[in-house]
């Protein structure tokens, strides 16, 4: 294995334990606070870090030709995505969110055969299958299964993707430190416009204490700063469809973590559930077949 390689692997394990976490701390610090309140306050902290580390670094300028896909990035992808997985983690649990995030792997690798030209084989048709019927079996038999935050995760999932296939045009060109700042900036402004209609709009009361104070440290620090860094970093040294494969340990973190900590209930759908997604995202992702 190349040693590039393993720093881009060392760096999505990383990156998805830590995503990972984040459904979990998310589900505590949205029982304070509105969904987009969160959701500034994590990118005006990841904002602010990111500024302190480029200005002790030679000014790298962006070229004007590259303006729209940094505000796909900092709109789409981290502020509009990002809010309806927040929205999706409040309604239907952060196990559940997380684990329909993982399909992640599957549209990602479509839309980097659309927009990339990225091999697009059948092993990855199968494993979308595999997927969607473990989705489907988690939905189908276990109660009080929110709809409405199903759609939202899914919802999520497909911006996401995209917003990754786009990064991946850019990320080469540039510093990541670079790219993820000037699409975060877009998105603490953007954010910061729904936040005030939010509060305006919503009945939910405001709480900060110092837990929530410290939540939004740890998701802004690390779960948002570093991560979206490191995410960039790995798609300007691998393909999208590569990096995507490592998803599953967001999934199984979030699990474990929301049952040994929140007390979520697991019944045998779940698991089974879990382990059709995770079949079919590898299956998709590692076994080679012609292409389409």
């Known amino acids: ?173 540039y510093n990541p430190v670079t790219i993820t700042r000037a699409a975060m900036g877009i998105t603490v402004v953007s954010n910061l416009l729904i936040c005030i209609l939010e509060l305006c709009v919503t009945s939910q009361p405001v709480e900060m204490d110092l837990m929530v104070f410290l939540g939004l440290c740890y998701i802004g620090l690390f779960c948002t700063a570093l991560t979206l860094v490191l995410w960039n970093k790995s798609l300007s040294m691998l393909d999208a469809s590569v990096c995507s494969a490592f998803y599953p340990v967001q999934t199984l973190t979030s699990s474990t973590l929301g049952i040994l900590f929140l007390h979520e209930a697991a019944g045998w759908p779940f698991f089974a559930g879990s382990a059709l997604i995770i079949v079919g995202v590898l299956v998709s992702l590692l076994v080679k077949g012609k292409n389409c």
Do not use: H
């Open 1 to 173: 294995m190349k040693e590039q390689q393993r720093i881009a692997y060392a760096y999505l394990l990383l990156t998805f334990f830590l995503w990972g976490s984040l459904y979990v701390v998310s589900k505590f610090v949205l029982g304070k606070l509105p969904t987009f309140a969160v959701a500034f306050g994590r990118y005006l902290i990841g904002y602010l870090a990111l500024t302190v580390i480029v200005s002790q670094k030679p000014k790298e300028t962006i070229a004007r030709k590259d303006y729209g896909y940094i505000f796909i990035i900092g709109f789409l992808g981290y502020s509009i995505s990002v809010g309806m997985q927040l929205m999706g983690t409040k309604l239907a649990g952060p196990s559940l969110a997380s684990l329909l995030n993982s399909t992640n792997p599957i549209t990602i690798s479509i839309m980097a055969a659309l927009i990339l030209k990225e091999r697009l084989t059948w092993p990855k048709i199968a494993g979308l299958i595999l997927s969607l019927c473990g989705v489907y079996l988690i939905i189908g038999n276990a109660a009080g299964v929110n709809i409405a935050g199903v759609l939202l995760s899914f919802g999520s999932v497909i911006l996401w993707s995209f917003m990754s296939v786009i990064t991946r045009k850019v990320t080469r060109s």
